[in-house]
């Protein structure tokens, strides 16, 4: 994994997307990912990795990761 790869991350609160870099990927576990200098952490569920911080939801959609991350496995 390349650390500080870009991500589309999407605020479900105003629907406004955002790009965020990821910091540490487990498929299908979490993502964790900065946006504007604060981290998230974001836990799968269902095709979508789903987080809050300060009361808003962040998410980000299992097809938005780049297509390394897809591929990845053990």
Request: aromatic share 8%; glycine share 8%; hydrophobic share 30%.
């Amino acid at each position: 994994m390349n650390n500080l790869d870009e991500i589309k991350i999407t605020c479900t609160d105003n629907g406004k997307s955002v790009i965020g870099y990821i910091l540490d990927f487990r498929q299908k576990n979490h993502l964790e990912v900065s946006l504007n200098t604060v981290k998230i952490n974001l836990q799968y569920r269902n095709g979508v990795y789903v987080g809050s911080m300060s009361g808003m939801e962040f998410t980000v959609e299992e097809g938005d990761l780049p297509r390394e991350h897809q591929d990845y496995q053990r």
